[in-house]
């Protein structure tokens, strides 16, 4: 068996965790608050996509437009509720079959990198207790450029040594899956494929991906 691959990059709300319930509660109450309703339909905009841009989508289907100071104080208010939502999170919430994955890569040898969007990252591992499951752990924190901006992924394969080529990007956006081949990375689509084109491959979840199959040949 020949390895080709030698590191799997996780994005994480959507991919490891459903977040994306906690997401919309506090961006529906903000939008509630401004005086207009904001759709489950319209929360899948926001999927992958940075607070800040987050906050002026809904601004603009809201037909809202405020200043910037206003906009820092929005995203704070969003970020708080969120916040104080995700304390609550236990392992039950983690989407089925990711603690085996993660540890099958690791006996195999393969890093395992977080590359997600969201500042709210070291929280959310720590709910769930798999911090200790990551080599290294990029997050929102410590990158400046949004995706499709392939930033966070080459990030994270310089963290762990690892050629670009060599890495397995595992995202639900589109967006991600979009800065995964700008990072020449192979793009795995976590979700349905009609809505994730630029993905190489797709399953439903990482409960249906076959390690041997994927990173060795
Ligand atoms: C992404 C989510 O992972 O992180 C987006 O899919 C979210 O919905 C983004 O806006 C930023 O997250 P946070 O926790 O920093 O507000
Ligand atoms: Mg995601």
Known sequence: MNIKYKAGIFDLDGVIVDTAKYHYIAWKNLAHELGFEFSKTENQLLKGVSRERSLEILLSIGGIE??????????????DEYVRLIKQLDRSEMLPKVESFLRSLRNYGIKTVLGSASKNAPLILQRLDIEKLF???????KVSKAKPDPEVFLKAAKEVGIDPVNCVVFEDAEAGLQAAKLAGM??????????????D???PGLYGVDIKKMFFS
């Open 135 to 141: 080599d290294a752990v990029i997050d929102g924190n």
């Open 201 to 203: 491959i797709v399953f």
């Open 66 to 79: 405020v200043d910037d100071e206003t906009k820092i104080r929005m995203a704070k208010q969003k970020n």
């Open 186 to 199: 192979y793009a795995v689509g976590i979700g349905k494929p009609d809505q994730l084109p630029s993905a």
